[in-house]
């Protein structure tokens, strides 16, 4: 196979001229993106579309770096549970991971669980001068520093926006609710079941913290009280879950105690729900006429304010490198390939939105998305905050106590009551786990 | 085998091993060495976790680096039995689906048997669609079968609206999601019940239902009076399996309801698997699992004590 082999060398020779090229116009100096050859690393990722889209690029990145990577991924519960045990036991086998820093940042931090990006971003001999940190979205980059220490990089970009059914809407003359009680009023003229529900949202009790939260803050409510109480059953938190759970308990789907983030979107998916605020990241599927029987039928809008004005949240997954790595500086040249400004555009363009600026503001794409959809998608990132998870070391703890405390109020318990005891109990985790000041 | 090779081993080890003392002491306990690896494995896999969780019990511990365990000594048992509501509710959750699923199963499984227990046309058939629910994996079942009882995407909700129901909403109700979730398991279980009865059935003896047919014994009485009694023993072990086996039921209930609406379907394993890997709290779920150990053997003595035909 004479003939293959040349081609390959001639591949190989273009290939490293382009390298050369692109080094040459780089500012310090040539990259070396081969420092860690022959190392393998290993990544514990959770079950995503990215990861998907990295899997398929490996061989791409192996042939870049010649590093091989082992990426191992799970579904979400079972995600978090490995991961647990291996940086609990210190495993030395685990290089890099993925995290969810707004959920569960603080309790890895106290335990010691991320290592340190900040000195090699601070060093031009490991990080490449393409690599433009200053591209990320400011509040998603600064989202994933704790303590002054930069814990992880943004793989993906997510806030709660509005998705409604403009077909409907302008049948019933109605336009897109800017506040919560317009919400209201919209979801009540729109709910026709069981061919149409008024509003659908996430309440399962892992899930229904997330939406309920978006309610909590527009109602100038918070997690904790300027004091450091439980915020849960503040006047602002009790008024937000009782006008939730009024929508949800009359202009909801009868599922509504077991929605979560897959029963959210095939509602709206197959036309059964007039309004969701959810996730910015399902535009593509709903767009996508193989997937959905509302193509074209939907627009987005900003996440309706309440009467404590609107805070937009924000969630992320982002890769962390393990403590325990031996190999940081292999793992850390996959974080620079996944997070690339030509990865970022690359997964954007295929409906992923994404932390990096430049994504967002390719022309060609931005012509091909909804342009409501895109307005608050844009507006949001800019100013997104960490609410949708409660921001404490025992996090995954409260998250059930609030959530179950909602469910019960779902299923048709006092709001007060619940709230009050959920408060207590949350109390309780938070004097046993907060770092004492 | 073992005592076999151990003579082989001797004789052709006598010239060599002559006054060594060493030698002799492990010819005579040869057996021993026999035994030795499974004997490590054993120890390695199963007494070892077990060793270490009981010990770990007594610890508080959030799996942190950082933190090492702290000796707490009893107090997460005192925590567990003052009173933790939450471990409270997964007691009972606990007893209502496991009674509740075994009994039925028990009850169809004997029935089925019998039933598969004759010949007809087509009984291969049948034995075989009947235990395709065993095989499958639970997981995927369990996502099947979430969508099944979606309120309003599901199929249930179509058959009821057929039969013209009122509308259900199965998993999403903290009424009806454990009977949902017992449905589940009858549907998924009752099926290696039957299996093993089955197997009970064809092995028993002949002679008395001969003697029962001379001296003219109805059928009912038959099934009652003489294959029960014998078929009994299968019964319980078949019951015990599966007692065990929905005690720390979690695929099918985690990936169905993840033990909500509420805690209303946390069952003790979820309970536990929150308390360890969500919360982080190792030493506190290491005493859940104690418990949990206890229960299971507590339940299997009752079930032993009415093998034995006491009860």
Redesign the interface.
């Known amino acids: 196979m004479p003939g293959k082999r040349i081609i390959l060398l001639g591949a190989a020779l273009a290939f490293l001229v382009c390298m050369g090229g692109f080094a040459s116009t780089g500012h310090a100096g040539q990259f070396d993106w081969q420092q860690a050859k022959g190392t393998q690393i290993r990544l514990l990722a959770v079950r995503n579309w990215f990861t998907d889209f990295w899997k398929a690029g490996l061989p791409e990145f192996e042939k870049l770096t010649g590093i091989k990577v082992l990426l191992e991924e799970y579904p979400e ?1 079972p995600f ?2 490995k991961l ?2 291996e ?2 036991a ?1 495993s030395r086998e685990l290089d890099l991971f993925t995290t969810g820093v707004t959920r569960e940042g603080k ?1 890895f931090a ?4 991320y290592g340190d990006l900040t000195p090699l971003l601070n060093d031009p001999a490991a990080t490449s001068p393409e690599w433009d940190k200053g591209d990320f979205i400011e509040a998603f980059w600064k989202a994933h520093q704790i303590g002054g220490k930069q814990v992880s990089v943004p793989v993906v970009a997510s806030t709660q926006l509005l998705y409604y059914r403009k077909d409907l809407f302008d049948a019933a003359g109605l336009k897109p609710p800017k506040t919560l009680d317009e919400l209201e009023a919209a979801a009540k003229k729109l709910h026709t079941p ?1 061919a149409v ?1 008024g509003f659908v949202s996430r309440g ?3 899930q229904a913290p997330y939406s309920w939260a978006h309610w909590l803050y527009a109602y100038g409510g918070s997690w904790l009280t300027a004091d450091g109480k439980p915020g849960i059953n503040t006047p602002a938190a009790v008024g937000a879950t009782e006008q939730y759970v009024r929508v949800l308990r009359t202009y909801g ?6 929605n979560g983030p897959m ?1 959210v979107q ?2 709206f998916l ?1 036309g ?1 729900a007039a309004m969701i605020v959810d996730t910015l990241a399902w535009a593509g599927i709903f767009s996508d006429p193989t997937k959905s029987k509302v193509a074209g039928k939907w627009a987005g809008a900003a996440a309706p304010a309440g009467k404590g004005g609107a805070s937009y949240e924000l969630w992320s997954w982002s890769l962390a490198l393990s403590p ?1 790595s031996e190999k940081q500086k292999a793992a850390w040249l996959f974080i620079q390939w996944a997070t690339s400004k030509e990865k970022q555009r690359d997964f954007q363009q295929r409906s992923f939105p994404m932390p990096r600026r430049s994504a967002w503001l390719d022309p060609e794409w931005k012509a091909k998305v909804e342009p409501g959809w895109y307005d608050a998608a844009v507006n949001q990132l800019s100013k997104a905050v960490p609410i949708g998870h409660p921001p404490f070391v ?1 996090s ?2 409260i998250t ?1 106590i609030v959530g ?1 405390a909602i ?2 109020t ?2 048709g318990k006092d709001v007060k009551a619940e709230l009050d005891a959920a408060a207590k109990k949350m109390a309780e985790v938070l004097e046993k786990t907060e770092p004492k000041r | 085998m073992a005592p076999g090779a151990g003579i082989v081993r001797r004789r052709a080890g006598r010239p060599l091993a002559g006054g060594l003392g060493l030698s002799r002491w492990v010819d005579r306990h040869i057996s021993w060495f026999f035994v030795l690896p499974a004997a490590l494995f054993l120890t390695a896999v199963v007494a070892f976790p077990v060793v270490y969780t009981a010990g770990l019990s007594l610890f508080q511990w959030s799996g942190a680096a950082a933190t090492p365990p702290a000796w707490v000594g009893p107090r997460n048992y005192a925590d567990v039995f003052a009173g933790d509501p939450g471990f409270r509710n997964a007691l009972l959750v606990t007893a209502y689906f496991t009674g509740v699923s075994v009994l039925i199963e028990v009850v169809l499984g004997v029935g089925l048997a019998q039933l598969l227990n004759r010949e007809f046309l087509g009984k291969g058939l049948a034995r075989t669609l009947l235990i395709l629910p065993v095989a499958g994996t639970p997981v995927a079942l369990a996502l099947v079968w979430r969508n099944m009882y979606n309120p309003s995407n599901g199929i249930f909700t179509w058959f009821a609206d057929l039969l013209h129901l009122p509308p259900q909403r199965w998993i999403a109700d903290a009424a009806t999601v454990v009977p949902s979730l017992v449905l589940f398991d009858v549907w998924q279980w009752t099926p290696l019940v039957m299996l093993i009865t089955l197997a009970g059935l064809v092995s028993l003896p002949t002679d008395f239902y001969e003697a029962a047919q001379i001296d003219g014994a109805s059928p009912w009485q038959v099934f009652w009076r003489i294959t029960l009694p014998l078929v009994r023993p299968t019964i319980v072990a078949a019951a015990m399996l599966r007692f065990m086996d929905s005690v720390k039921t979690f695929d099918q209930i985690y990936v169905t309801t993840q033990g909500g609406p509420g805690i209303a379907s946390q069952t003790l394993n979820l309970f536990v698997f929150d308390q360890a890997f969500q919360y982080l709290h190792f030493g506190y779920a290491s005493a859940l699992l104690v418990v949990l150990f206890f229960v299971i053997l507590a339940g299997n003595l009752i079930l032993v004590t009415v093998r034995r035909g006491q009860v």
């Open positions: 519960d978090r549970q647990a045990v940086l609990s210190k309790q106290l335990s010691g669980w069981p529900y399962r009790k892992t789907d009868p599922g509504l105690t077991d029963e095939t509602q197959q059964r325990y025992a995954p703890e059930d179950i469910n019960n779902l299923a």
